[in-house]
């Protein structure tokens, strides 16, 4: 089992920059497929991007794709999330979410909230205009 942790949320203006950061404990964040996620007030838990176990491969929501950059630093058992140029649309609590299963058989399943088993308690991202 794997516990997580985000952090490097805050208020920043369109057009700046956060650095998220996911800490595991439990287990080594190479064991897991981990994955970011984010919803805003009023709407559903949004897929934004997700890394497999070993970081071989990643997959990034079209909406991010270009701005937002995933990397993880085994020595820190972490994950981030680096969020350029943001936009308000942007703006919303941003999960970090793993699963023991290294990789998914298809992008819908990637996406899928209910197919990563753990989760953190989000951190708050707010993109002024």
């Known amino acids: 089992q794997v516990q997580l942790v985000e952090s490097g949320g805050g208020l920043v203006q369109a057009g700046g920059s956060l650095r998220l950061s996911c800490l595991a404990s439990?287990?080594?964040?190479?064991?897991?497929?981990m994955g970011w996620f984010r919803q805003a007030p009023g709407k559903e838990r949004e897929f934004v991007a997700t890394i497999s176990a070993g970081g071989g491969s990643t997959y990034y929501a079209d909406s991010v794709k270009g701005r937002f950059t995933l990397s993880r630093d085994g020595a820190k058992n972490t994950v981030y999330l680096q969020v350029n140029s943001l936009k308000p649309e942007d703006t919303a609590v941003y999960y970090c979410a793993a699963d023991a299963q290294p990789w998914k058989s298809s992008y819908s399943m990637l996406r899928t909230p209910s197919e990563y088993s753990y989760w953190g308690q989000g951190t708050q991202v707010t993109v002024s205009s």
């Open positions: 439990g287990r080594t964040v190479g064991a897991y497929l």
